[in-house]
């Protein structure tokens, strides 16, 4: 069962990636000869240039984002086990930690994905002056989410070790 969300979210990660690069390709050539290059967050005004490849900077970092979490995904991080389990393995126990921290990594990287497709979503529209750019409140409620994930696996980390505790005794 375990295996199968993980592929999920691997795949989910693999489509809005793909959903992006669609995105670009497909508004590139309709952008305008001047367009912006980045967005304004702080509320200054938009930096304008001609039309480049640099539009392609977006999908790019947001590519070698999910190269970078797919490979941390994969590192194994030393921690340290509760000694003396009778009933629950050493292996059981890095097994849980490791889907657990692929699970985490996976998940966070959807909300990271959701922020580079919001970021050139807003580009693309302030292009054609169709938005004013970012919409605050679903960029920060992504960022929110991102740490609820934080916390949240946090304490799975905790409970992981509190129960290869309990089992210990």
Known sequence: MKKKTLLFLLAANVLLLTLSWIMALI?????PQEMPLWINFIKQQAILMKKSLLFFI???????????????????FSFKLPQGSQKCSISEVKALYASLRKEFIY?????????????QRSLIFLAHTIGEGVNRFYFSLLFVIILIL??????????????ARLIKK
């Open 107 to 119: 998940l966070t990287l959807i909300f990271f994905n959701l922020i580079f497709i919001h970021l």
């Open 150 to 163: 934080i916390l949240n696996y946090r304490l799975r980390v905790k409970l992981i070790a509190r129960k």
């Open 27 to 31: 508004a590139y050539p309709r952008l």
């Open 58 to 76: 977006y999908p790019s970092l947001q590519t070698l984002f999910c190269l970078g979490f797919w490979w941390l995904s994969r590192v194994n």
